[in-house]
């Protein structure tokens, strides 16, 4: 059973930067595509970003496209979402999600992910 942990959520100023990190055990960056999703209060969870297993390409949401950058370290299983220039409107719980068999066509939506951590809050202040 894969599972996965986030960490690296907090408050912020806007135009700072956070670095969030999605740990798995019982799996291997290798060999699961991840995905970071977040979750505003009200609002629909959304697509953030997605590195692929096979060949890691790397996928982004318009809205975060040139400040946020996802990246892997295979030695310790962990897939990192760097955040720069935040704004207010990043405010949301953040969650990783991993699947073995995702096609590319599928990454952006939630559904077809497996596995999901908690989730970690990111809140950024104006």
């Known amino acids: 059973q894969v599972q996965l942990v986030e960490s690296g959520g907090g408050l912020v100023q806007a135009g700072a930067s956070l670095r969030l990190s999605c740990t798995l055990s019982?799996?291997?960056?290798?060999?699961?595509?991840v995905g970071w999703f977040r979750e505003a209060p009200g609002k629909e969870r959304e697509f953030v970003a997605a590195?692929?297993?096979?060949?890691?390409?790397?996928h982004y949401s318009d809205s975060v496209k040139g400040r946020f950058t996802i990246s892997r370290d295979h030695t310790v299983n962990t897939v990192y979402l760097q955040m720069n220039s935040l704004k207010p409107d990043d405010t949301a719980v953040y969650y990783c999600?991993?699947?073995?068999?995702?096609?590319?066509?599928?990454?952006?939506?939630?559904?077809?992910?497996?596995?999901w951590g908690q989730g970690t809050q990111v809140t950024v202040s104006s």
């Open positions: 590195i692929r297993s096979n060949g890691g390409s790397t």
């Open positions: 999600a991993a699947d073995a068999g995702i096609i590319l066509s599928s990454i952006r939506y939630h559904i077809h992910y497996d596995y």
């Open positions: 019982g799996g291997t960056t290798r060999r699961y595509t």
